[in-house]
């Protein structure tokens, strides 16, 4: 099969677009036809090998040839336990712990897959895995978000901001997208109602204060954030750089003073089966996917370019003819 292959951490240059073997699923597996795989800051990041977490599974080369972990596809056959999917089915998953769907074919374990909910597109499935359960676990089950709340998403204008920005105005809350400046109208299109552009205001240093701070792209210290959450608001990291994670772990809890400010890391808990809330919504209209661009199999190393370079508004997709 066709498949685009790593040995080394580093820039898109590293990818290769090659034949590789087929691969063949293990008894709990099921061999899945890939038709669309879609991009996510997470891929990014494991092909530089940076922040440093992005090499947990392989601290010198990646552990795993193959990226891409957010899929779309038919079910070609299955191992001899994997009961549940039959050939032909539809089916979506995220398999971000072993990746590999930058390739014609992967074998996923079955209890990582899920039926492609009804009406949805390839394309619209491969988006919503990853970047959907980040935003309804952060803004809906960890973020608690009210009615009348002032939500801040930090990265607003990528895959997760995309639907964390809908979810938070479905929800009631005034939101606050900060993104860089080439961003700024499209985070309004999504119902952000105040936008700022990073690279010209620090939102810490603005005297806002919000109920929650959804954090796609944190790069500061953790004492940044207590003063701009209101008393008992909540800060949750998501994504960005390994200091901070340290920090938001080590001293986050310790840091929240007598106000109850929480400082915490969103743990994501992964898999299309804890998505049955958003995908309703999808499904209901009430949330878009923005597909900003479109590439073939042979062209992920230009579009994992695109979207590290920044570039990317909503999720970038690769069909796999
Ligand atoms: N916690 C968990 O369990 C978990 C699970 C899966 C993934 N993740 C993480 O989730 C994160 C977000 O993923 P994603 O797919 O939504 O990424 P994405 O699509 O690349 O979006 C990130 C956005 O942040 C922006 N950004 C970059 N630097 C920024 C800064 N200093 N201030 C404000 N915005 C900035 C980017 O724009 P520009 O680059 O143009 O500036 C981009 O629009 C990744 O770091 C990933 O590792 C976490």
């Keep these: 099969m066709k498949a685009v292959v790593y040995t080394r951490y580093g820039p898109p240059d590293v ?14 597996e099921v061999l899945v036809k890939v038709h669309a795989v879609s991009l996510n800051g997470s891929d990014w990041e494991t092909l530089r090998g940076k922040p440093l977490y992005s090499r ?57 897959l899920a039926r492609m909910p009804a009406g949805m597109t390839y394309e619209e499935a491969a988006a919503l895995p990853q970047a959907g359960a980040i935003a309804l676990q952060g803004i809906r089950d960890k973020g608690q978000v009210q009615p009348g709340q002032r939500v ?16 938070a105005k479905l929800y009631g809350a005034e939101v606050t997208g900060v993104d860089h400046a080439e961003k700024l109208e499209f985070m309004r299109s999504l119902g952000a109602d105040h936008v700022v552009d990073y690279t010209r205001e620090d939102f810490t240093r603005t005297g806002c204060t919000y109920d929650m701070i959804l954090d796609l792209a944190a790069h500061r210290s953790a004492f940044a954030y207590p003063g701009s959450l ?4 909540r800060y949750l990291y998501v994504g960005g750089s390994a200091a901070t994670l340290l920090q938001v772990l080590l001293i986050g809890p310790l840091i929240g003073g007598a106000q109850r400010k929480k400082i915490r890391l969103l743990a994501v808990r992964l898999g299309a089966k804890h998505l049955a809330p958003i995908i309703e919504l999808c499904q209901a209209g009430k949330i878009v996917t923005v597909i900003d661009r479109r590439y073939r199999l042979s062209e992920v190393p230009e579009a994992l370019r695109y979207l590290g370079e920044g570039r990317a508004k909503g999720k970038v997709v690769v069909i796999v003819e």
């Design 15 to 28: 990818l290769r677009f090659t034949d590789v073997d087929t691969p063949a699923p293990k008894d709990d």
């Design 230 to 233: 209101m008393p008992g608001g």
């Design 152 to 167: 801040l998403i930090n990265g607003a204008g990528g895959g997760s901001g995309m639907y964390a920005v809908q979810l």
């Design 56 to 112: 947990i599974s392989g601290p010198f080369q990646p552990r795993h040839h193959i990226l891409g972990s957010d899929i779309a596809g038919r079910v070609e056959a299955a191992g001899r336990d994997a009961t549940l999917f039959q050939p032909g089915d539809e089916v979506f998953a995220d398999i971000l712990s072993h990746m590999g769907g930058f390739a014609e074919y992967v074998c996923v374990p079955e209890s990582a």
